[in-house]
């Protein structure tokens, strides 16, 4: 099994970039006020699966390949009392490529 996995990555691996998604960390509730009493704590769902749970850095390594489409909800948990915040949405498109043209074209003797 383990070498499938190997291979299949090894396959893949051309078709497959890695890429980074961020967001702005949450230090203060609805109302404003700054959240000191509770630990912020962060989920994280592409295309309907959860990716990341319980993150306490406010990004993640995403693996995407070009060409597809992918939407993102991200929620805020705070620890000791359990509130979840509503969900923030992010569709993204990585666009399918298209290489450069060649450059400097000559024709010599």
Do not use: C, E
Request: avoid cysteine.
């Amino acid at each position: 099994m383990k070498k499938l996995f190997a291979i299949t990555i090894l396959a893949l691996a051309p078709f497959i970039v890695g890429w980074t998604i961020s967001w702005d960390r949450v230090n203060t509730y609805t109302d404003g006020s700054t959240i000191s009493d509770d630990n912020v704590i962060y989920d994280l769902w592409q295309n309907g699966v959860q990716i990341g749970n319980g993150l306490t850095d406010n990004s993640l390594l995403l693996n995407v390949q070009r060409g597809t489409t992918y939407t993102y909800i991200a929620r805020t948990r705070l620890v000791r009392q359990g509130t979840v915040s509503d969900n923030s949405f992010l569709a993204w498109t990585y666009p399918a490529g298209t290489p450069n043209a060649p450059g400097q074209l000559r024709v010599v003797p």
